[in-house]
Nanobody, 124 residues
Framework: VQLQASGGGLVQAGGSLRLSCEAS????????MGWFRQAPGKEREFVAA????????YYADSVKGRFTISRDKAKNAEYLQMNSLKPEDTAVYYC??????????????????WGQGTQVTVSS
C-alpha cells in the first residue's frame, strides 16, 4: 500500500490550498481515509477523515467550516480543501488510511498506512 500526498506550499493568511492523496494497493471497502498534521514541537493531530464507502466526513473543531475533505473513488484519491487559512494551520500534513479505523476517526493508531507528508506554511 502506498499513499502519495501533494499540494502543500506557502500561502498568506486567508488564502486557500488543496491537498491531494493518491492511494494504491489499498482495499477501500470498509476503509477510511484521513488527514493529520504535525507542527514543530507538537504531536501529530487529527484534521479530518472520510469513510470511503458512505462518504461520511469528520473534522477537528479547529478546522470545521474552513476545511473540506472529499474522495474520488474512480481515482482512489482523497482531497483536503483548505480555505481561510491561518498561521496556526502551519504544519506538515499527512494523509492516512486503512481498514481498522472503524468509528475512531481521530485516533492515529487506527490508521495503518501513511503518506510521506506535505508542508503547509501560512504566513501572517
Amino acid at each position: 500500500v502506498q499513499l502519495q500526498a501533494s499540494g502543500g506550499g506557502l500561502v498568506q493568511a486567508g488564502g486557500s490550498l488543496r491537498l491531494s492523496c493518491e492511494a494504491s494497493g489499498l482495499t477501500f471497502r470498509n476503509s477510511a481515509m484521513g488527514w493529520f498534521r504535525q507542527a514543530p514541537g507538537k504531536e501529530r493531530e487529527f484534521v479530518a477523515a472520510i469513510s470511503w464507502s458512505a462518504g461520511r466526513t469528520y473534522y477537528a473543531d479547529s478546522v470545521k467550516g474552513r476545511f473540506t475533505i472529499s474522495r474520488d473513488k474512480a481515482k482512489n484519491a482523497e482531497y483536503l480543501q483548505m480555505n481561510s487559512l491561518k498561521p496556526e494551520d502551519t504544519a506538515v500534513y499527512y494523509c492516512a488510511g486503512g481498514p481498522r479505523v472503524g468509528g475512531f476517526y481521530s485516533h492515529r493508531s487506527r490508521y495503518d498506512y501513511w503518506g510521506q507528508g506535505t508542508q503547509v506554511t501560512v504566513s501572517s
